[in-house]
């Protein structure tokens, strides 16, 4: 998933997609890319899991996927839970600052 979101252009794409489902050509008017540029950006994010799509009269209408957000959320906050324990740890385990002499306050 956050190889798929490494991309500028998916990643502005999938925010898009976040804000509210879209067809390609409303992605595409906002972007500097092609139509079929953004038809590729989406297979890459449906791969990963990010996005999901459903037909519409002749309209394809791509959306985020709360699953793989969710899935993706759950990952940040493990990584983020982790990082803090590990901070945590350090600083316990840290000896305490001792002033030296000569900048001692007057």
Known sequence: MLQALA???RRQIFESL???PRNVRELADGLPVSRP???QHLRVL???GLVTEHR???SRIHRADPAGL???RAYVERMWTDALADFAA???K???KTRRADHADP
Request: hydrophobic share 40%; net charge negative; no cysteine.
């Open 70 to 72: 969710a899935e993706l």
């Open 18 to 20: 976040v804000e509210r």
């Open 37 to 39: 540029a953004v038809s």
């Open 56 to 58: 519409e009269g002749t």
């Open 46 to 48: 449906r791969d990963a």
């Open 94 to 96: 840290a000896p305490p």
């Open 90 to 92: 350090a600083a316990e």
């Open 7 to 9: 991309d500028p252009t």
